[in-house]
């Protein structure tokens, strides 16, 4: 990660210019302080990637302003300089959270040598940062036996070890993330960054900060510099999920990173310099969106250099129940219940299905039914809810629960069972669709209560409520914006602003 403002903070006047000297000769951005206070000063109104800081200064030491920086969310790297007689103190400077240490008077290759490693730890921590708030995929096989998925997996691996940019398109849910993966972790960049924007989850005012990063006062809340994701994925590649639904004017911004690999961050005017392979997804028809004018003609031929199809599940039926099949053992060892397999009369429903939410819809349904099945017993039809728009019943007295295990009675308090339990011994399951009385729930009624049961199945995790009731990430929050604003969200119930 490119290093580009460095503070310099030393009291010996020689070392501050030599140094300063060097930096520049390197077109790197330089401030000096010549005390603790100046270093505060500049540290309030501005940001910087490295500050080299001497041990001893005139009104402290320097280890305080490491001290001071341990809260900060976006601290600069702090190199410390030292003369031989404190080396040890730069030691402890070291374990309290400084990078590296400089001994005086310091020679070019040294400093050279040190600013290189503090360029690729910094690439590391960013990226590492970046993943650790990421969505990761729970299952990362592309799966199939049918021979379209045999082709798109050859086609994958001719592609893989190329640079081209590759377009993915594709149904929800048909796996187009799982295809990018796949192009990744076969290419020469497998041991470089990986970096996901889901630009339909990012609204229009902050996906240009997203893409390409902002500079410190750029905006109101722009406390600090931040890095885009096209930077962080710098030598590695950038996955730009949904890319049809930014907007024009970023569709412009974006064509000139793919074809020059520079952009400016907001409020900058440093040509930032990439060297990024880009993969898009998107589940519209791009060209009838460019026929739309939704669409930048040049951009989508930029971006379709390399097409990737990948079918829906209703054209590849042999794949159903050996994906179904597939998806109850995973999810029988994840949630540890025993599950003896599907019914015929369950492997007849899901290939009936149209699966409409595709290899997506038939995982969920797969994993509430493990979930509503019960130990040891067969996976019928009515433990999926495929006839029921995919609302699942969540509180408990549906669900036997037992601490995630499937412990139930096969009884009710009157000792009749329903025509299902009688067909399979398993416990009815109370239509979630109507009142006690037997009249039907409104609609929106229905939908608003699932959207939150899934959120408290899900403690809140809004992408996994999203998958379990088959809609985007983006239509979630739509929603959940909708019921704040329209003052609809029960108490308690307003989970808009958590995430």
Known sequence: ????????????????????????????????????????????????????????????????????????????????????????????????????????????????????????????????????????????????????MKQVRKLIRTV???????????????????????????????????????????????????????????????????????????????????????????????????????????????????????????????KQSVRNNEFREDLFFRLNVIPIQVPPLRERLDDITYLADHFLKRFSRKNGIKIAGLSQRCQEALLKHNWPGNVRELQNSIERGVILCGEGKVLEPEHIFLDHSGFIPLDSSALNLRHGHGSESSENPSGSGTQESAHNGSTPVPDPTSDPDGKPIPLADLERKQIYKALQFTENNKTRAAEILGISIRTLRNKLNEYRDNGTAAPGENFGDED
């Open 160 to 286: 893989a070890r190329t640079q081209a940019t590759v377009l993915i398109q594709g149904e929800n849910g048909t796996g187009k993330e799982l295809v990018a993966r796949a192009l990744f972790r076969e290419s020469p960049r497998r041991e470089k960054p990986y970096i996901k924007v889901n630009c339909a989850a990012i609204s229009e005012s902050l996906i240009e900060s997203e893409f390409f990063g902002h500079e410190k006062g750029s905006f109101t809340g722009a406390i600090s510099k931040r890095l885009g994701r096209f930077e962080l994925a710098d030598t590695g590649t950038i996955l730009l999920d949904e890319i049809s639904e930014i907007s024009l004017p970023i569709q412009t911004k974006l064509l000139r990173v793919l074809q020059e690999r520079e952009f400016e961050r907001v409020g900058g005017n440093r040509t930032i310099r990439v060297d990024v392979r880009v993969i898009a997804t998107t589940n519209r028809d791009l």
């Open 1 to 148: 990660m490119q290093i580009e403002k460095i503070l310099i903070v030393e009291d010996d006047l020689i070392a501050r210019k030599n140094l300063d000297q060097q930096l520049r000769k390197w077109n790197y951005e330089v401030k000096q302080a010549a005390s603790l206070n100046d270093a505060r000063r500049h540290l309030d109104s501005d940001s910087f990637d490295v500050i080299i800081l001497d041990v001893d200064l005139p009104d402290g030491q320097g280890p305080d302003i490491l001290k001071e920086l341990q809260n900060q969310r976006q601290r600069p790297m702090v190199i410390m300089s030292t003369g031989f007689g404190t080396v040890d103190s730069a030691v402890e400077c070291i374990k309290a959270g400084a990078f590296d240490y400089l001994i005086k008077p310091t020679s070019p290759q040294q400093l050279e040598i040190t600013l290189k490693k503090a360029e690729l730890f910094n690439q590391l921590v960013q990226v590492n940062n970046y993943h650790n708030t990421s969505d990761e995929d729970e299952g990362s096989e592309l799966l199939g036996r049918t021979e379209q």
